[in-house]
């Protein structure tokens, strides 16, 4: 996320740099690297199933949208009479699948594709439904996914507003007509990654592509570029009134913010209460929510409870 360059750093670890599966050509997830937590002689087997009534752990990585995601889960938990541990902020992608899998864990907020490129770097599931199935085979039987909501926290090609509305742009197709006089930008290997994609997918040549990197947004903005790769769930798209397009063909993969469960952790009661909360949270939702968290600086915990109580779930 670009509202800072650590949160964008520790964000972009965990949401894009796994994602070899997905064609982004990057490395495993968490560019902090590895821990002794995680690694395979210490992620440990699933927790003994827990009695009745016990109390479900709810943890997150330390970047603002996964704190505020885990939250979100806590609260909703709790409204169902759910007793709930908080364990927030913990660190990278290494760290917390381990802890889930030895049951310290027993809810982490995810995201569909990153995970599945953690697990199966070789994968090439783009879709929701591809992802959640290629997941479904690749976790363990103690750990699981529960319903996936709309919300995705992932790459997109995004446009100014006066830039959409000049030239009818929805979706990344509508760019064709345009994209010889278009600039484009983002990271600096973002063209490397990503210039074949976009010409055999979509037949789309750009006029030129710029390393932008964290200005991206704002070089959007500011038309030093036309188009540009923002996260669809950075603030800045709302403060700058940006708009990110439509990708009917999956260049970027699925990144849906999914639960992923401990299963002898949770029963009904929290299973149901955490699929109520997917059920709602969709991207432009959750990048509202961000502003007010990365942009505006209120507390993650308050920014969740008024979501919640918004959407009759707390």
């Not at 990057?26 to 590895?34: E, I, N, R, T, V």
């Not at 903005?221 to 603030?235: A, C, M």
Request: glycine letters at 10%.
């Amino acid at each position: 996320m670009s509202h800072s360059s650590r949160a964008g750093a520790v964000r972009r670890a965990l949401t894009v740099a796994t994602l070899a599966s997905l064609a982004l050509g990057a490395a495993a997830c968490g560019s902090s690297g590895g821990d002794p937590l995680a690694s395979p002689s210490t992620a440990g087997a699933a927790a003994p199933a827990p009695a009745s009534g016990s109390t479900v752990v709810v943890g997150s990585a330390n970047f603002p949208e996964n704190v505020l995601l885990g939250s979100i889960y806590s609260q909703a938990l709790k409204a169902k009479g759910v007793k709930v541990e908080e364990k927030f902020n913990i660190g990278s992608r290494e760290v917390l699948y381990g802890q889930v899998q030895n049951g310290s864990l027993t809810v982490l907020p995810e995201y569909n594709g990153a995970l599945l490129g953690y697990l199966d770097a070789k994968s090439t599931a783009a879709s929701k439904e591809e992802v959640n199935a290629a997941l479904a085979k690749a976790l363990p039987a103690s750990l699981g996914i529960l319903d996936s909501s709309p919300a995705e926290d992932k790459d997109s090609l995004t446009v100014s507003q006066e830039t959409a509305d000049k030239f009818g742009l929805k979706s990344v197709s509508d760019l064709a007509p345009q994209a010889a006089n278009f600039g484009i930008g983002g990271p600096p290997e973002f063209k490397s990654r990503r210039e074949a994609q976009f010409k055999d997918v979509y037949g789309l040549t750009f006029k030129e592509w710029k390393p932008t990197g964290e200005t991206t947004a704002n070089a959007i903005k500011d038309g030093t570029i036309q188009v540009g790769n923002v996260f669809t769930t950075d603030p800045k798209i709302l403060q700058l009134k940006l708009v990110p397009l439509a990708d009917p063909k999956n260049v970027f993969g699925a990144q849906n913010v999914t639960p992923l469960v401990n299963k002898a952790g949770v029963d009904a009661t929290a299973t149901a209460a955490l699929n109520a909360v997917s059920a709602k949270l969709d991207t432009a939702g959750l990048t509202a929510l961000m502003k007010r968290v990365a942009i505006d600086k209120e507390d993650p915990s308050v920014v969740a409870k008024d979501w919640l109580k918004s959407n009759g779930l707390g």
